[in-house]
């Protein structure tokens, strides 16, 4: 037997030696190399294909040749089927199970069969699932055998969503579902029988809807653009005379000749049928407006809508209340009619009184008042709703309707504008923190505990409403989020009325489980029907997506749900319901916020059946994860259809070289590889178009790379994905390179901005944008693109001109920062342009990037006047007084500059010291003279000070500047100054009074009082203290320097200030030369009697005589 075996695979090939490719009509054996493939494939028709011979058919599964006619039905005539038996085409009636056979009702087919068309249709296979694309598979459910080749799928695979809440599948997997990610429910599928196959399966007056398989009523093809299961199969029009499709013949007009075939104010539509219509989009409909651009979803003034014409482009017109119906080529009502002749089918029959008309027509005024216009109509079983101008299905004529249909609940009315059941506006004044009915209007969870808990305790939900909480979490964070009903704000008294002083008391038989006694009377619980639903938002800058979410079970107090933070930022949470029966509900919600550690954020993930998913609709999403010991990251991410996936890595190290990590792109299935990792040094970076049909589920790997031998360890990468709509240059405006064509860029109320709508198009281009910064502010610019595009970043000053920074990171990751330290709100411009080694083949291609902005405040640097600022120019100096104790400076962004004024005795010594953090940026001292010529320096390198020491000047004005190289935008120091100060003060300052603690006493009795004094200040302060009783009026006037400023302070019982309660102003000037200002400051005391201090604060930069006088009557 063993040689016979051998001898039928040698015979087999022997039988294909000769010129002939036909393996012949034998069993050929499994063990050729060479499989066969069927004739009528596509892989049959190429050259070399091997096929089987007449009489024989190639079994798919083993590629084996094997006797007989066919092996599968589309080897037979479209009339007949394959008998798998034997191997014959036979009509599907001969196949002995009864399918096929004629029938008349579903009792003359087999089991498990029915009775469709005149013919026994088999039931098919019971289960089935979804396509990649998440679309029902149909294949595995039954055909009409009676009509071979043709696309009509009788039984159909149909969706069926579970009371199951979910995240993923593996909620599902015991139910055999999947998870819809857009429901978050169990989906199980299975074969049905529809409705409806073809128009035929339907009543008169009915036409079989193409995709639901459902008979709906039959409105003809004029309203195809407001209900899609009335338009015209390919190769039909709609005829609007008749009102019905017909097919496509030679137009009536081109755009070319649309002036002499058309009527004036008509165009034509030669893309479908060279008709003369009135509109080919909502342009036409509408007015002329402030034609804004709306295409990014902009909003558009009152009384303007957003019009998107046949070129794509959107901006804002003037709404008249019509649209076009794009199928008859007119403008109609702004849903699809104004009054209910215009949702009834007209027979286009002339009539004065309805006998003119056909049976169960009515003769009907479709015209104006000015020109009426009596025609025979068809009811349609559609009235005309006013509230949205849609033709509907009434689903109520009267109250009555409504609280019969809701169980006689009184409280439901017809609401006569949409036709459908209302419920009055609920009662509910106990909600305190409405308005929360948005994510912008959310409220902090902050108010409700310190953290990591946060618990609201009982709030109110109203009937209809939904309320929302905000919570700040950082990339990685996990949010557990539990909602709960407390049982004791929904009891009743139990029956028979019963009091009690403990639980114990209410077992009365007739108390249903669950008894308790509350206040003195026996109670249970009872769980307000409906839905109630707790939901964990996403930032808004990552589209605001659903990371978890919950419903409470039938019966179920409680529910929790959790999600990872993906970004830094503020995260929502959404609580609703749908229950009606009460206008309010008690809820109490707790979040809990923990960090997990680096090795257990995401995890498991480590398989595509664990993968992480993640929502990107466009925007671009940037988190930081870690591979630990023998890690693999998987994440699923939805690409659709003609949309790009970039996805880069960058990894990190706290020293030396980051270890090397692969990044792969997989496909649905997860066992062919879209893209590997490539890009310049440093980035791994992954690019795929989904060209296919429909969406595409991918998985993102980041593994280790093979040459990695300890893996040990936490190892943390950067990650940013995008999925891009189809891009090409041309499509959006482009942004000017200059200061003054820039786009300015507003930040949200969480001080963040997206661009994503620029690219670089031209080999020499340059995009500019702008942002307005106030004093203090920090900006951060972040730059994402292909890796495959080498781009810069920078960020420009206030002029536009002078980089402040220049992007940081690797290609495709740039970042760059500045500080408002100028002293006043202004712009800061972000620059984004070709790198000097970009190809010109990469310049020619044109690079789409996307600009994370964000502004924040800076601890400090809050304030242009604090801390000395602004001293960014030698004008602008500061005065630093000498003293033992070190001044607390600091720099704001990496080009500030501070400058000091200091006032020496002529020969005498100067020391002048900063201490600091070398680490954070080497700081340097210089000196200069009145004349701005240098005196000394202290430029040391790798050192936590600089000193300036002078054994002697020629005194007067000096000025210090302290400067920088590299460093953080942040850094403090501590500046102190010892010298001899340069000022011949008055001889009151002898006795103090440069602080509130020393104030000099002028008045300590009541009744009249002047005082008239020359006295001097010498870069500081002059401190008063005087007393008054209730109802004395204070006068003070000094007359000096313009930059002298008055103001007088309430004290407490410890003499310190309670308060400024008067400040001076300048009232008039002396007619000297140059002249001098004359401040004054009046107070009327309210206290019975009170000490007050009065404070003259002179110029920092300068010596200043003033005449002090001071009166009280």
Not at 683 to 705: A, F, L, M
Request: include cysteine.
């Amino acid at each position: 037997m063993r040689n016979l075996r051998l001898f039928v695979p040698i015979l087999g090939l022997l039988a294909a030696c000769p010129q002939t490719t036909n393996v012949g009509s034998f069993d050929a054996g499994p063990d050729l190399e060479n499989r066969c493939v069927p004739e009528n494939s596509a892989a049959g028709q190429e050259e070399g294909a091997i096929l089987c011979g007449s009489g024989s058919w190639c079994d798919r599964e083993s590629g084996i040749c094997k006797l007989g006619d066919c092996g599968y039905d589309d080897e037979c005539d479209d009339e007949l089927a394959c008998d798998s038996e034997r191997n014959i085409c036979v009509a599907p009636c001969d196949l002995g199970d009864g399918i096929g056979c004629e029938c008349r009702t579903d009792g003359d087919c087999p089991a498990l069969s029915f009775c469709w068309g005149g013919n026994c249709l088999n039931a098919g296979a019971n289960d089935c699932g979804p396509q990649e694309n998440g679309e029902p598979d149909h294949s595995n459910c039954a055909r009409d055998p009676s009509r071979i080749g043709d696309a009509v799928q009788v039984i159909q695979c149909v969706a069926n969503a579970l009371e199951v809440d979910c995240v993923d599948d593996r909620a599902c997997l015991p139910f055999g579902a999947v998870c819809d990610a857009d429901q978050l429910r169990c989906v199980a599928y299975s074969c049905m029988r529809p409705t409806c196959a073809r128009d035929g399966d339907c009543a008169p007056g009915q036409r079989c809807h193409p995709s639901a398989n459902t008979c709906v009523e039959d409105l003809g093809c004029r309203y195809a653009n407001l209900f899609a299961e009335l338009a015209c199969p390919d190769g039909k029009s709609c005829d609007v005379e008749s009102n019905s499709c017909r097919e496509i013949e030679a137009g009536e007009c081109t755009r070319a000749t649309q002036d002499q075939d058309c009527r004036e104010f008509e165009l034509c539509d030669d893309d479908v049928d060279g008709r003369c219509v009135q509109c080919l989009d909502d342009t036409q409909c509408t007015g002329e407006g402030s034609a804004l651009d709306c295409s990014g979803g902009g909003a558009c003034p009152q009384g303007e809508r957003c019009v998107t014409d046949s070129e794509g482009t959107s901006t804002c017109r003037r709404h008249q209340g019509t649209h076009c119906n794009v199928v008859t080529g007119r403008c109609i009502g702004g849903g699809g009619c104004l009054r209910d002749v215009d949702c009834m089918r007209s027979t286009e029959q002339s009539c004065s009184t309805d006998l003119d008309c056909p049976a169960e027509t009515y003769c009907l005024d479709v015209g104006t008042p000015d020109a009426p216009q009596l025609q025979c109509l068809s009811p349609t079983g559609r009235v005309c709703a006013l509230a949205n101008n849609e033709c509907v299905i009434p689903l109520c004529s009267s109250d009555e309707n409504c609280q019969e249909e809701h169980g006689g609940d009184p409280r439901w009315s017809c609401d006569q504008t949409s036709y459908r059941c209302r419920l009055p506006e609920p009662n509910c004044p106990a909600d305190a923190h409405e308005p929360n009915n948005n994510s912008s209007a959310g409220v902090p969870m902050t108010e409700f505990g310190e953290g990591p808990l946060f618990d609201t305790l009982e709030q109110v939900l109203c009937r209809g409403d939904q309320d929302f909480y905000r919570i700040h979490a950082e990339s990685g964070q996990n949010l557990e989020v539990t909602l709960s009903l407390p049982e004791v704000a929904y009891t009743e008294v139990a029956q028979p009325t019963t009091q009690c002083f403990r639980n114990e008391d209410c077992n009365h038989p007739n108390h249903p489980v669950g008894t308790v006694c509350i206040e003195s009377i026996c109670q249970f619980a009872v769980r307000p029907e409906g839905r109630f639903q707790v939901d964990i938002y996403s930032p808004e800058s990552v589209g605001f997506e659903i990371l978890g979410t919950t419903r409470l079970a039938e019966g179920s107090w409680t529910g929790s749900t959790s999600a990872t933070a993906l970004v830094a930022g503020t995260y929502s949470v959404r609580v609703k319901s749908n229950a009606d029966a009460q206008d309010s509900y008690a809820y109490r919600l707790q979040v809990n916020q923990s960090t997990p550690p680096p090795c257990e954020i995401d995890e498991p993930n480590n398989s595509r059946q664990d993968a992480t998913g993640l929502s990107l609709n466009d925007r671009p999403l940037e988190i930081r994860r870690f591979l630990c010991d023998d890690d693999i990251d998987t994440y699923a991410v939805r690409v659709p259809q003609g949309h790009t996936i970039e996805a880069s890595i960058v990894t990190e190290a706290e020293e030396g070289d980051p270890p090397n990590m692969d990044l792969v792109l997989l496909s649905a299935t997860g066992r062919e590889a879209l893209a590997r990792g490539e890009g310049p040094t440093g980035v791994e970076s992954v690019e795929w178009t989904n060209e296919e049909d429909g969406p595409r589920n991918v998985y993102v790997k980041v593994n280790w790379s093979a040459d990695v031998q300890a893996r040990e360890g936490t190892h943390p990468y950067v990650m940013r994905l995008r999925v891009a709509p189809p891009f090409r240059c041309g499509d959006e405006e482009d942004v000017p390179g200059d200061p003054d064509g820039s786009r300015a860029v507003a930040m949200d109320e969480n001080g963040v901005a997206l661009v994503d709508d620029s690219a670089l198009c031209t080999p020499e281009d340059v995009d500019l944008f702008k942002v307005m910064l106030n004093p203090g502010e920090r900006l951060t610019a972040r730059l994402s693109n292909s890796p495959r595009f080498p781009l810069d970043l920078r960020v420009l000053d206030v002029d536009g001109a002078t980089p402040l920074h220049y992007g940081a990171g690797p290609v495709g990751h740039r970042e760059a920062r500045a500080i408002n330290a100028a002293g006043g709100q202004a712009y800061y411009y972000i620059w984004v342009g070709w790198n000097n080694q970009a190809t010109e083949e990469e310049r020619a291609e044109g690079a789409p990037f996307v600009l994370n902005l964000g502004v924040e405040s800076s601890e400090l640097c809050p304030d242009p006047q604090a801390e000395g600022e602004p001293n960014n120019e030698r004008v602008q100096a500061t005065f630093l007084p000498p003293g033992v104790e070190a001044i607390e400076r600091h720099f704001c962004g990496e080009t500030d500059v501070d400058w000091y004024l200091i006032q020496p005795e002529a020969e005498t010594e100067v020391r002048l010291t900063a201490a600091f953090a070398g680490g954070e940026g080497d700081i340097d001292l210089y000196l200069f003279d009145a004349d701005e010529e240098p005196v000394a320096a202290s430029v040391g390198v790798d050192t936590d000070s600089e000193e300036i020491h002078v054994a002697s000047t020629a005194g007067g004005a000096h000025y210090l500047m302290v400067d920088r190289w590299d460093g953080q935008d942040i850094q403090s120091y501590q500046l102190t100054a010892a010298y001899s100060l340069s000022c011949e003060d008055d001889d009151r300052e002898a006795a103090g009074g440069n602080s509130l603690a020393e104030a000099q006493l002028i008045r300590d009795e009541v009744g009249n009082y002047d005082l008239t004094e020359d006295l001097v200040l010498c870069f500081d302060s002059d401190w008063y203290q005087l007393l008054l009783a209730a109802g004395d009026e204070l006068t003070v006037r000094v007359v000096g320097d313009a930059e002298i400023d008055l103001s007088l302070h309430g004290l407490d019982d410890e003499g310190n200030s309670s308060g400024e309660v008067a400040s001076g102003r300048i009232i008039d000037e002396t007619r000297d030369d140059p002249p001098l200002s004359i401040h004054e400051l009046r107070f009327t005391a309210d206290q019975v009697l009170s000490f007050y201090a009065l404070k003259v604060r002179g110029p920092a930069a300068r010596r200043a005589a003033y005449r002090f006088e001071v009166t009280v009557r």
